[in-house]
């Protein structure tokens, strides 16, 4: 992989992480506010806890309203936490969406540590450049400038492999994949009738 394909990379991964990081959290968070919601819905029921489930139930109808123009879809999709049995699909669903948070935040990690040593391997080859020129220029007695330096291409350079690109074989990401492959196999059995 050369620098400029690095960088492409880079970019994906810091994109795709955070939107799977951002699309997770929102979903996580208006499932919690839901959750919350049907709580304060049945303590209104007992007569002790009327007045703070009310007060829940207006505050979380006054986020819905502020927010539903702008994230009405997630409103609407988003899974409802069932304490009474574990293993529903919404719960399961929700399960879901930790495991995409996870998976978003170690691409976006990859991506960010992929862009670090993109910008040293960049330092690291303009100098070698550099000091090439400064050697070819001393022995022929030219002069050296910017623009003969500018006319190498940077980009198509090799970048060294490590080990940070594995993102996926990192403690975060083995917990993520094996969140998310669970939670797929679990809505497949679901699909299926064998759950």
Known sequence: MNIQQAIIRSRVQRTV?????????????????MALYHAAVAATHIPMLRPLGGSIQNLIASVYEATVPYIGFVWRNVPTINQAD?????????????????????????????????????????????????????????????????HLNVYQQSMPPSSDEKWWTRP????????????????????????
């Open 17 to 33: 992480g955070g939107v799977l990081l951002l699309g997770g959290t929102l979903f996580y968070f208006v499932s919690l506010l």
């Open 86 to 150: 574990p293993f529903t699909y919404s719960n399961l669903m929700f399960l879901g969406l930790i495991g995409v948070m996870i998976l978003g935040g170690q691409l976006r990690i990859a991506g960010k540590r992929l862009q670090v040593r993109i910008n040293k391997q960049i330092e690291k080859v303009e100098d070698m450049q550099w000091r090439q020129s400064m050697m070819g220029g001393a022995a022929g007695g030219t002069s050296i400038s910017a623009d003969t330096i500018g």
């Open 172 to 195: 975060w990401g083995i917990i993520g994949l094996g969140i998310v492959s669970g939670y797929a196999v679990a809505v497949l059995a679901k699909m299926t009738g064998m759950l």
